[in-house]
């Protein structure tokens, strides 16, 4: 095969970014401007959404009916659950995701969170910080995006002001203040209209920043994921068994933080034993270095007993290995959490029954209060809990790395995912 | 200061075989859906990644309807030899011979829903627990909802209103007996994605996806190619095009594209400039608004 003529697209890397708002404040809108002056979106389905608004009665083409993909969905004019659309730049591949803002807001924002990198939160010009824009940010914060990008949209509805924007931006710096969210870009909008989304807006020339596209691919991810604190869950245990590779062993995961070399030494948890890493490798190709999150095959120089669910750490950098474990939970389901109750856990790649044992307090998402008086934990409540596993668990805060720190709760007769927890 | 970064298809492959990886743990008996598309082909050289240096600890399903393009055939033949991967065929003409299935009418019969019948029955016969497809959330508006692990009950249906939430990277594929799962691990694709990451990797790939002359019909807008499965219509005629193929399914509904595409940077140029989806050229998602989301909670792939 030939030279590639432009491989550029070998040096592209990956936003994730999740959206939050209602009908009314524009998302829709901004999501399909995106998409559509990226180009992303494609002729024959844009027929198909001109059809169907026409056929809806719509006055105007609704670019909601892009990402309102089932049935009930576009019969009810309602978003129902996570919709994943996607686009890219020659510097970057994007993935959003995009979560109604009225139904189920907590559950779907707190989904569709759990994997971005950065938030965008849509301010309506006319109306400023209002109660939703407090909930989608203590959302996104509670979850560890690093990265929030404050859209003031409808800036033609408010003749295009810079006080508008300024004291919006004003406002919402100080309630963020209490958020713990280290990057926050403000960017004043029409979503309608265009401007400053893809394209520079020559209705703000006072406005000196960069376009919401712009910012999107400028952003400096490459600082988000846990590079210190080496953690390798074991998935899957790589036995041959063929003539070739007779005494072939190799630990199959994906490394959830920090990095590892060859010749470095691990510590197996829970076993404690400890060993060399021999290779690191995937097909044919042999690594000297890996870091998350990176899926490889490692192979250790002594053969010692090792299966899912173990982790292979570095010996001055262990995570904490516990029972009991205080998290933050988030709940999913309709069926409240029971104290005393038992549920399965999932956490990296291993499966323990767990105990609930105190709910400590529930979180008034759209204040940020605590509220020790009501302790009833429902469907997309958010409180702090306290729960016993059957075995230990290794672990690290939620804050310092997201893939260790996290674990959802599964119900044990139903097999439904019932809560997702961030541990602190 | 070392660079961390990675490209976007590292990331991608890297979720791929973290996913298949998940199902092989936590399943007992998963099958690869192969149907002798790109995106399928992608797959199995991501399970030969993940599994390396063993052999794809799950076998291949192929659902033949029958109408397949000869060059599919043989290339999935030469495929599964060079792999070492265990090959399962079952076809749509033994379900409508024993009447589970009944043969649409018309001037191009599709066997496009009834693939859904043959392949539930070999779900149940093999008791697989676990199927992987290439489904990408970017094909189709009923996909963009889809999990990666997806949950279908003892009839093999979906409930797209009733899923479960997938959070971190955190899978739940807990179920009761005879249910199963659905698993996507190319969703976060694109059909660009698939196409760099080829090049990328030089995987193999049939040759009808490059530029090649073939006879067609011009039906409704969609190039189809001649074949035994099609009955011209009254005004219809074949044609000499020089076509290539951006998608492989059925004869019978896979519609071809004018192109001069010689190579893979050839095709992602195109690909880059094209207004069209790749369904574009899919008479079987042209039938409804709905007809991906009805299909898929049937239990289709």
Redesign the interface.
């Known amino acids: 095969?030939?030279a590639?003529?432009?491989?550029s697209?070998?040096?592209?890397?990956?936003l994730r970014f999740t959206t939050a708002g209602s009908v009314d404040d524009g998302k829709s809108t901004l999501i399909g401007r995106l998409l559509y002056d990226t180009?992303s979106i494609?002729?024959?389905?844009l027929d198909?959404i001109e059809e169907?608004s026409l056929k809806r009665g719509d006055s105007y083409v609704n670019l909601a009916l892009?990402?309102?993909?089932?049935?009930?969905e576009?019969e009810q004019g309602i978003t129902?659950?996570?919709?994943?659309?996607?686009f890219?730049t020659p510097k970057?591949?994007f993935?959003i995701a995009d979560t109604p803002g009225h139904i189920q807001y907590t559950?779907?924002m707190?989904?569709g969170a759990?994997?971005a990198n950065l938030a965008i939160i849509l301010i309506d010009a006319r109306h400023g910080v209002v109660e939703q824009t407090c909930r989608h940010s203590f959302i996104a914060s509670l979850l560890q995006i690093k990265h929030i990008v404050v859209c003031v949209n409808k800036m033609d509805l408010v003749d295009f002001k810079e006080e508008v924007f300024e004291k919006i931006k004003k406002d919402y710096s100080e309630f963020s203040s209490s958020l713990s969210v280290p990057d926050i870009h403000f960017i004043p909008i029409s979503a309608l209209l265009g401007d400053n989304v893809v394209d520079v807006s020559e209705n703000m020339p006072w406005y000196k920043g960069g376009t919401l596209l712009y910012t999107l691919e400028n952003v400096n991810i490459?600082g988000d994921?846990n590079?210190q604190d080496a953690r390798f869950p074991v998935?899957?245990v790589?036995?041959?068994?063929?003539n070739?590779?007779h005494d072939?062993r190799?630990y199959?995961?994906?490394i959830e933080g920090g990095?590892f070399n060859v010749g470095d030494e691990v510590v197996v948890l829970p076993s404690g034993f400890t060993s060399k890493i021999k290779s690191i490798e995937?097909?044919n190709e042999q690594f000297q270095q890996a870091?998350?999150?990176?899926?490889v095959?490692m192979t250790l120089e002594n053969e010692i007993d090792i299966s899912?669910g173990d982790m292979l750490v570095k010996k001055d950098n262990p995570p904490k290995v516990s029972q009991d474990i205080e998290l933050m939970i988030c709940w999913?389901n309709e069926k409240k959490l029971q104290v005393g109750g038992k549920y399965?856990v999932?956490?990296t790649?291993k499966e323990v029954k767990c105990m609930i044992k105190e709910i400590k307090y529930k979180v008034d998402i759209n204040t940020l209060n605590k509220k020790e008086e009501d302790l009833t934990i429902g469907l997309n409540d958010i409180g702090k809990i306290l729960i016993r596993t059957s075995n230990p668990l290794f672990v690290d805060d939620y804050n310092k790395n997201?893939?260790t720190g996290?674990?959802?709760i599964?119900d044990e007769f139903t097999?439904?995912?019932l809560g997702?927890g961030m541990i602190l | 200061m070392t660079n961390y970064n990675l490209t976007h298809l590292k990331q991608l492959e890297s979720e791929a075989i973290y996913i298949m990886r998940e199902v092989a743990a936590q399943f007992e008996k998963p099958v690869l859906l192969f149907s002798g598309g790109k995106d399928s082909i992608v797959m199995v050289h991501l399970a030969q990644k993940a599994f390396f240096p063993a052999k794809i600890p799950f076998p291949l399903l192929h659902i033949d309807t029958g109408h397949n393009f000869v060059e599919t055939l043989d290339f999935r033949d030469e495929m599964v030899e060079r792999v070492g991967a265990r090959l399962i065929v079952r076809l749509v003409q033994d379900s409508i011979d024993k009447g589970r299935a009944v043969e649409e009418k018309g001037p191009n019969p599709s066997r496009n829903g009834l693939q859904t019948i043959t392949l539930l029955d070999a779900l149940e016969e093999f008791k697989f627990d676990a199927a992987f497809g290439g489904g990408r959330r970017d094909e189709e508006k009923a996909r963009a909802k889809e999990r990666f692990f997806s949950h279908r009950d003892e009839f093999g249906q979906w409930d797209p209103k009733n899923q479960r939430p997938e959070l971190w990277n955190l899978f739940n594929g807990k179920k009761q007996i005879g249910e199963h799962f659905r698993v996507f691990p190319l969703s976060n694709w694109t059909e660009m994605d698939v196409w760099q990451y080829i090049a990328q990797e030089q995987i193999p790939i049939p040759y009808i996806y490059f530029t090649h002359q073939r006879e067609v019909v011009n039906r409704n807008g969609t190039l189809l190619s001649k074949c035994d499965f099609i009955t011209l219509l009254k005004d219809e005629f074949y044609e000499q095009k020089q076509i290539r193929f951006r998608t492989i399914g059925d004869m019978t509904c896979t519609g071809a594209v004018e192109s001069s595409a010689n190579s893979l940077e050839e095709i992602i140029e195109e690909i880059a400039a094209s207004r069209v989806t790749e369904r574009g050229t899919r008479a079987d998602d042209k039938r409804s608004e709905a007809a991906m989301e009805d299909r898929k909670k049937q239990g289709y792939f």
């Open positions: 095969m030939t590639l003529k432009d491989n697209y070998l040096q592209m890397d990956l180009k494609f002729e024959d389905q198909a169907s892009l990402t309102d993909g089932l049935r009930a576009r129902i659950d996570v919709a994943y659309r996607y890219a970057r591949k993935i559950r779907n707190v989904t759990s994997t490459s994921l590079y998935q899957w790589i036995r041959p068994q063929s070739e590779f072939f190799g199959a995961g994906r990095t995937m097909l870091f998350s999150p990176m899926s095959t899912r999913l399965l999932k956490h790649t997201r893939f996290s674990l959802i599964i097999n439904e995912t997702a």
